[in-house]
């Protein structure tokens, strides 16, 4: 069974952070009544994570049970005076798609912060080692408005590379190279719509956030805030053009190909066209009847190949000046 803490601090009124393991934990209260404040990160994958949630008195039952629920969406609601927040981070574990995005669900109060995860994420990792090398957090909402920055900055280099996807396969198709792009551009349509479906409610529980009546979140805080909601509308609409652009790739891809199919069948059918009464000709000359014409002449073979030679020639010119060719 995984351990239920997987990074905690306590920060002192002096902002005196102490880094504490599960046995001091287990024992708090989860709303320690004095100027320190607490922030917990716990798997939520652990029974034992479950049970505490669940046993602990100042952690209404509906905090503790979307704490450890399984699945989410980006989120902001207050209960009873205290946050409730859902947010959504690009999944940069190692042989895993981005798109597939890992949640951070977090309860907020002024004197704690609880998060849990069920898969790793970089911003958590990040913040854990600004801590051991000496950032101290003013407050439990600092500490989730670094965690709300941290998780937007990530998505910017995963729209860049869609974008960048893109701008390349227009290219090629610009040049007529459009071989397996059409595959390529519905995975990218794909990973953007995904990722749109994330990140546009994700602006909306960030919006709400900078919007909290909750009288502990600070004003500082506010402002940053709606620069991540900001930060993400613009990388929804890169989202949207990133699907808007691929649908239009994909229509182009098939028309081109479309257009050289029907190149290529035209080439063939005047081929046909051509050797058709050639063929008419020399299976004529070929039954092996008596009264065929030059048959004892021995320049015959020659003139009936100059002959339709010549025929093929004109029924060439001929759909040149159709401007078939």
């Known amino acids: 069974m995984s351990e239920p803490l997987i990074f905690g601090v306590a920060v002192a009124p002096s902002q005196e952070v102490t880094v504490l393991d599960w046995g001091e934990v287990k024992d708090r209260a989860a709303k320690p009544r004095s ?25 209404p039952t509906e905090i503790a049970i979307a704490l450890v ?20 981070g690009i999944n940069l574990n190692p042989g895993a798609d ?7 669900r977090a309860w907020l109060t ?15 990792k990040d913040l854990q080692a600004m801590i051991e090398t000496g950032w101290k957090p003013q407050s439990t909402t600092h500490i989730l408005v670094e965690l709300a920055g941290r998780l937007t900055a990530r998505m910017d280099g995963v729209v860049q590379s869609l974008e960048e996807s893109v701008d390349e396969i227009e290219a090629a198709t610009v040049d007529g190279e459009f071989g397996t792009h059409r ?8 990973s953007a719509i995904q990722l749109r479906r994330h990140v546009g409610p994700q602006r909306e529980a960030l919006n709400h956030f900078a919007s909290s009546g909750a009288p502990f979140v600070q004003q500082r805080e506010r ?8 930060h993400l509308t613009r990388n929804v609409e890169e ?6 652009r691929g649908a239009i790739l994909n229509d182009q891809i098939v028309d081109l190909r479309a257009e050289a199919m029907n190149r290529n069948m035209l080439v063939l059918s005047i081929v046909a066209a051509i050797f058709l009464p050639l063929g008419f000709l020399t299976g004529l000359l070929g039954i092996n009847v008596g009264g065929i014409p030059g048959a004892n002449y021995p320049w015959a073979f020659w003139f009936v190949f100059l002959g339709l030679g010549g025929i093929g020639v004109g029924l060439l010119a001929f759909f040149r000046h159709l401007k078939w060719l």
């Open 35 to 59: 100027d320190s404040f607490l922030w917990l990160h716990m798997d939520a994958l652990s029974e034992e994570t479950t049970a505490w949630l669940k046993a602990n008195n100042d952690i």
């Open 110 to 124: 002024p004197y704690i912060l609880i998060t849990t995860r069920r898969r790793p994420l970089m911003a958590i």
């Open 223 to 230: 402002v940053r805030l709606r620069g991540f909601a900001d």
């Open 183 to 190: 595959g390529l551009v519905a995975q990218l349509r794909r």
């Open 239 to 244: 989202l949207d053009a990133v699907r808007d």
């Open 69 to 88: 629920a399984e699945e989410t969406r980006p989120r902001y609601e207050e209960i009873d005076g205290d946050l409730l927040v859902n947010f959504r």
């Open 98 to 104: 981005p798109e597939d995005m890992v949640s951070l």
